[in-house]
């Protein structure tokens, strides 16, 4: 619907509104072939009609003329670097003008536009946060919706849309989302799917299979050989090989990964890169689905999940400069070094993924994380008044989490 179109009533415009017709009138038809209706609710004048008509043709040729945007996905597994590409390709800039479309899982993503874009200038056209909960599911809806906005809202402003999904979500159904909703047809169309990897700790998560993880949906078919990097990596149209620098020095691991990589997708591209710096005329304009159809992964409208996965979240008060040192070692190490010995045995599960916004008196620090490996920087001015850390992961504890953190912050 263009915005041009104004089909109400205005007395000046429209003339005097004719006394109600009862139809009882001896000249019906000739009073009914003298005025035009929209459906029947209101009623036009003549030239209202033309006038709007006219505004119709020159905005459908306008839109005709907007070519559809290509929508490309950026995968991967929790922390393999899919912000960090965002990042990179804003720093770089381009002709293009990109929309950033970021469908998190465990309400972080707050704190991932804190990272994300860290250096204004080359900032995106529009942002949009489908928030919390997987796009290929329970979003969907809302999800559409909210895509077809945002081009409504920019019409002509938007050349490309980077769709960031979490970590831990099937790309499959979101492809299809973008392939098969008649709604969004219109305005999008699916050029390819971005799988990030994260050279040091993707072989991990490949060889993390369990009869837990299955399909939900249409068709519930119990995997037990399959993860979620799997599936990623199945899907993708290009590869990038990120995090290059944990693994350079190891030719044998880099041999094992690629055989490994190429026995779930043997012809994608593949790019190594460091911190993912890639050119984005790599990735862009793949037109990858024009030539096939959406691979019906697990039967149509069935996502793979792993209820494993799952996601804590702690607000908690600013902390004081003289206290950090001993929530940085006996909170965070003890949850996320336990694999380096540093134990508290009644810590459950397994961290992958922490992502935090924490206030040390009045300076705003950014922690990001994957498994063991962690960094805090400073972050942006925040509105925030409380620290908030997500923790993503599996088989985790909320509430030996929480205790093991009011301990060490009372
Ligand atoms: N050593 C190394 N670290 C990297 C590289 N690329 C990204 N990182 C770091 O890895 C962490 C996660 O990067 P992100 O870009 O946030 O990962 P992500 O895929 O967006 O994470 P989620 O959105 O949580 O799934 C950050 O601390 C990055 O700085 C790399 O090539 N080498
Ligand atoms: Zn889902």
């Given at each position: ?13 429209d003339?005097e ?6 139809g009882?009138?001896s000249?019906l038809?000739?009073i ?14 003549e030239d ?14 306008s ?9 490309s996905?950026?995968?991967g ?8 590409l965002?990042e990179?390709?804003?720093q ?13 899982f465990?309400?972080?993503s707050?704190i991932?536009?804190a990272m994300?874009?860290r250096?204004?200038e080359?900032?995106?056209q ?24 945002m081009i409504?809202?920019?019409p ?5 849309i ?5 970590g831990?979500?099937d ?11 008649e ?14 990897l994260?050279c040091?700790?993707?072989?991990k998560c490949?060889?993390?299979?369990s009869?837990?993880?299955h ?11 399959l993860t ?6 199945a899907?993708?149209?290009r590869?990038?090989?990120?995090k290059l620098?944990?693994i350079e ?15 779930i ?7 190594y890169t ?9 990735l862009l304009?793949?037109h990858?689905f024009d ?14 999940h ?5 996601t ?9 400069t003289?206290?950090y ?9 003890v949850?996320?070094?336990k694999e380096?010995?540093v134990c ?5 599960g397994?961290?992958?993924?922490t992502k935090g916004?924490l ?9 990001q994380?994957v498994?063991?490996t962690?960094e ?8 925030s ?7 993503i992961?599996?088989?985790l ?9 009011h301990?060490?912050?009372?």
């Amino acid at each position: 619907m263009s915005a041009l179109k104004d089909y109400k009533y205005n007395e000046e415009e429209d003339g005097e509104l004719p006394s109600l017709v009862t139809g009882t009138e001896s000249d019906l038809n000739d009073i009914l072939n003298h005025v035009k209706s929209d459906g029947g609710i209101n009623i036009v004048s003549e030239d209202k009609i033309a006038r709007t008509n006219l505004q119709n043709s020159n905005s459908d040729n306008s839109t005709t003329s907007s070519r559809k945007i290509p929508v490309s996905i950026i995968t991967g597994y929790l922390g393999s670097g899919k912000s960090t590409l965002l990042e990179k390709l804003a720093q770089k800039g381009s002709d293009k003008k990109i929309a950033v479309i970021l469908n998190e899982f465990g309400d972080s993503s707050e704190i991932e536009k804190a990272m994300t874009i860290r250096n204004g200038e080359n900032s995106y056209q529009e942002w949009l946060d489908l928030g919390n909960g997987c796009l290929c599911c329970s979003l969907k809806n809302v999800g559409v919706k909210a895509i077809e906005d945002m081009i409504q809202r920019s019409p002509g402003k938007i050349d490309y849309i980077l769709l960031e999904t979490s970590g831990i979500a099937d790309p499959a159904p979101i492809a299809k989302m973008f392939w098969q909703d008649e709604g969004l047809n219109s305005n999008v169309y699916i050029d390819g799917i971005i799988t990030v990897l994260d050279c040091e700790h993707i072989v991990k998560c490949l060889d993390d299979v369990s009869e837990q993880t299955h399909w939900h949906g249409d068709q519930v078919v119990l995997e037990d050989k399959l993860t979620i990097a799997h599936l990623q990596i199945a899907m993708a149209d290009r590869l990038i090989m990120n995090k290059l620098d944990r693994i350079e020095n190891d030719e044998n691991k880099i041999m094992k990964l690629e055989q490994r990589i190429r026995s779930i997708n043997s012809e994608v591209p593949m790019f190594y890169t460091k911190f993912a710096d890639i050119g984005i005329d790599k990735l862009l304009d793949l037109h990858a689905f024009d030539a096939r159809n959406v691979p019906q992964e697990g039967g149509s409208g069935s996502t793979f999940h792993d209820p494993r996965m799952s996601t804590v979240t702690l607000n908690f008060r600013p902390l004081k400069t003289q206290e950090y040192d001993k929530f940085e070692k006996e909170f965070l190490q003890v949850l996320l070094w336990k694999e380096m010995g540093v134990c508290n045995d009644n810590i459950q599960g397994e961290v992958h993924r922490t992502k935090g916004l924490l206030l040390v008196d009045d300076k705003v620090r950014v922690l990001q994380g994957v498994r063991d490996t962690y960094e805090v920087f400073d972050g942006e001015e925040t509105s925030s008044r409380t620290c908030r850390i997500v923790f993503i992961g599996k088989s985790l504890d909320q509430k030996s989490i929480a205790d093991l953190l009011h301990n060490v912050i009372k």
